[in-house]
C-alpha cells in the first residue's frame, strides 16, 4: 500500500470520526433544547402546610429571578406543579419527614458556609460553621444524622487536586468528627495513603452508611460503621452512592474517559448478587441522585446555551431501560418525602 493512499485512508477515518462526534453533540443537544421546550414553567403557591401535609419534594430552585437557589417544595403527585418557595438559599438541600437541612453560602472576599437545620415544616432551627465549598448533605431516614462533605481544596470532583471533609454529625449538634480519621480497609488492606478522600454519604439507617472513598486515581464504594468507626469497601469505581428505599440496591456514578474529564455515567449496584446495571441516560451527571421509588431515581442537569446556569430535575428508571424525562423543572439537589 502506497504511502499517498495511507494518507488518504487515514484522512477518511478522521472526518468520519470527527463526522460522527459531532453527529452526537448535535443529537445531544437536540435533546436537550426539545426538552427546554417541552418543560412546563414553573407556579407559585403560598400554600406551604397543604404541600407538606401529603407526599413532596424539598428541592433547591433554579428558576431565574428573585427565588433562584431558594429552597422550595412541591407535591410528589404534581412535581411540575404549584411549587411553594421559602426563605432559605441553599447550596444543596435534603429532608425527611421530620427534619431537613440547607447548606448556604455566603461569598465574598471571606466567604462563609453553614449547616442550617430545619423542622418538619421547613423552618430553620440551629445554624452551625463549615469548611470549606458545599457539595453534599444527607439525612438518616430517622433525622438522627447529619452528614456533609465539603471542598476544603479545589472545586470540582472533574479536579485532578480537590481535597474533602465529610463530617457526620447528630442533630442535637455533636460532631461524629471527619470520616477521613476512621479505619477503612479497601481491598482488603487498610487505607493510609496520604492523598485519601471521602464524600457522598447516603444512610441505611442510624448505624450503617455507603459512601465514596477514592485514592490514587481510583474511586470505591464503601460500607460504614458508625458505632465502630470503621468502613470497608465493596465495590470499585463509585462515586456519590444513594441506597435505594429497600436497602437492596445502590445508585451512584461511574466515571468514563480520562480522569479529569468530568464525565460520569450513572449506574445501579445490586447489593446481594452484585451485578451492575448501567441506566440510560447518556449525559454526563454530576450528582448524588435520589430515588423516587423503589424503581426510579432522580438527578439535576444543567441545561445548556443561554440556560446553563438552570437545572432541571431528571427521572429515569433503575433497571437500565426507559428514556429519562425532566420531572421537576428549574429544580436541583432533590429530597423526596412520603408522608
Given at each position: 500500500?502506497?504511502?499517498?493512499?495511507?494518507?488518504?485512508?487515514?484522512?477518511?477515518?478522521?472526518?468520519?470520526?470527527?463526522?460522527?462526534?459531532?453527529?452526537?453533540?448535535?443529537?445531544?443537544?437536540?435533546?436537550?433544547?426539545?426538552?427546554?421546550?417541552?418543560?412546563?414553567?414553573?407556579?407559585?403557591?403560598?400554600?406551604?402546610?397543604?404541600?407538606?401535609?401529603?407526599?413532596?419534594?424539598?428541592?433547591?430552585?433554579?428558576?431565574?429571578?428573585?427565588?433562584?437557589?431558594?429552597?422550595?417544595?412541591?407535591?410528589?403527585?404534581?412535581?411540575?406543579?404549584?411549587?411553594?418557595?421559602?426563605?432559605?438559599?441553599?447550596?444543596?438541600?435534603?429532608?425527611?419527614?421530620?427534619?431537613?437541612?440547607?447548606?448556604?453560602?455566603?461569598?465574598?472576599?471571606?466567604?462563609?458556609?453553614?449547616?442550617?437545620?430545619?423542622?418538619?415544616?421547613?423552618?430553620?432551627?440551629?445554624?452551625?460553621?463549615?469548611?470549606?465549598?458545599?457539595?453534599?448533605?444527607?439525612?438518616?431516614?430517622?433525622?438522627?444524622?447529619?452528614?456533609?462533605?465539603?471542598?476544603?481544596?479545589?472545586?470540582?470532583?472533574?479536579?485532578?487536586?480537590?481535597?474533602?471533609?465529610?463530617?457526620?454529625?447528630?442533630?442535637?449538634?455533636?460532631?461524629?468528627?471527619?470520616?477521613?480519621?476512621?479505619?477503612?480497609t479497601v481491598d482488603g488492606a487498610p487505607l493510609?495513603?496520604?492523598?485519601?478522600?471521602?464524600?457522598?454519604?447516603?444512610?441505611?439507617?442510624?448505624?450503617?452508611?455507603?459512601?465514596?472513598?477514592?485514592?490514587?486515581?481510583?474511586?470505591?464504594?464503601?460500607?460504614?460503621?458508625?458505632?465502630?468507626?470503621?468502613?470497608?469497601?465493596?465495590?470499585?469505581?463509585?462515586?456519590?452512592?444513594?441506597?435505594?428505599?429497600?436497602?437492596?440496591?445502590?445508585?451512584?456514578?461511574?466515571?468514563?474517559?480520562?480522569?479529569?474529564?468530568?464525565?460520569?455515567?450513572?449506574?445501579?449496584?445490586?447489593?446481594?448478587?452484585?451485578?451492575?446495571?448501567?441506566?440510560?441516560?447518556?449525559?454526563?451527571?454530576?450528582?448524588?441522585?435520589?430515588?423516587?421509588?423503589?424503581?426510579?431515581?432522580?438527578?439535576?442537569?444543567p441545561r445548556t446555551g443561554t440556560q446553563a446556569?438552570?437545572?432541571?430535575?431528571?427521572?429515569?428508571?433503575?433497571?437500565?431501560?426507559?428514556?429519562?424525562?425532566?420531572?421537576?423543572?428549574?429544580?436541583?439537589?432533590?429530597?423526596?418525602?412520603?408522608?
Amino acid at each position: 500500500m502506497s504511502l499517498r493512499l495511507r494518507l488518504i485512508i487515514l484522512a477518511v477515518v478522521c472526518i468520519l470520526a470527527v463526522g460522527g462526534a459531532l453527529g452526537y453533540f448535535l443529537h445531544a443537544r437536540s435533546q436537550d433544547a426539545a426538552a427546554q421546550t417541552s418543560a412546563p414553567n414553573v407556579t407559585q403557591t403560598d400554600d406551604v402546610a397543604g404541600i407538606l401535609a401529603s407526599d413532596h419534594v424539598v428541592f433547591r430552585s433554579t428558576a431565574l429571578g428573585q427565588t433562584y437557589g431558594r429552597l422550595a417544595v412541591v407535591s410528589l403527585s404534581d412535581p411540575a406543579g404549584p411549587r411553594a418557595v421559602l426563605a432559605p438559599s441553599c447550596e444543596r438541600v435534603y429532608a425527611t419527614r421530620s427534619d431537613g437541612v440547607c447548606i448556604t453560602a455566603t461569598r465574598g472576599i471571606v466567604s462563609d458556609y453553614q449547616l442550617v437545620q430545619l423542622n418538619a415544616r421547613l423552618n430553620p432551627t440551629t445554624r452551625s460553621s463549615l469548611d470549606g465549598l458545599p457539595s453534599r448533605a444527607r439525612l438518616s431516614p430517622d433525622g438522627s444524622l447529619i452528614a456533609t462533605t465539603t471542598f476544603v481544596v479545589g472545586h470540582s470532583y472533574a479536579s485532578s487536586s480537590f481535597s474533602t471533609e465529610t463530617v457526620i454529625r447528630t442533630a442535637a449538634g455533636r460532631s461524629l468528627g471527619n470520616i477521613e480519621s476512621w479505619h477503612t480497609t479497601v481491598d482488603g488492606a487498610p487505607l493510609t495513603a496520604t492523598d485519601k478522600n471521602f464524600w457522598g454519604v447516603t444512610f441505611v439507617d442510624d448505624n450503617t452508611f455507603y459512601a465514596t472513598a477514592a485514592s490514587g486515581g481510583k474511586t470505591w464504594l464503601v460500607k460504614g460503621d458508625i458505632a465502630d468507626k470503621t468502613m470497608t469497601s465493596i465495590h470499585q469505581t463509585a462515586e456519590c452512592p444513594s441506597v435505594s428505599p429497600d436497602r437492596t440496591r445502590v445508585a451512584f456514578k461511574v466515571r468514563y474517559g480520562a480522569p479529569t474529564a468530568g464525565t460520569w455515567h450513572l449506574a445501579v449496584l445490586d447489593l446481594q448478587t452484585g451485578s451492575l446495571t448501567m441506566l440510560s441516560e447518556k449525559h454526563s451527571v454530576d450528582d448524588q441522585v435520589e430515588w423516587l421509588d423503589n424503581s426510579r431515581v432522580l438527578y439535576s442537569l444543567p441545561r445548556t446555551g443561554t440556560q446553563a446556569t438552570t437545572t432541571d430535575v431528571w427521572v429515569v428508571p433503575a433497571d437500565g431501560s426507559g428514556t429519562p424525562q425532566v420531572f421537576i423543572p428549574q429544580a436541583s439537589s432533590p429530597a423526596v418525602v412520603r408522608i
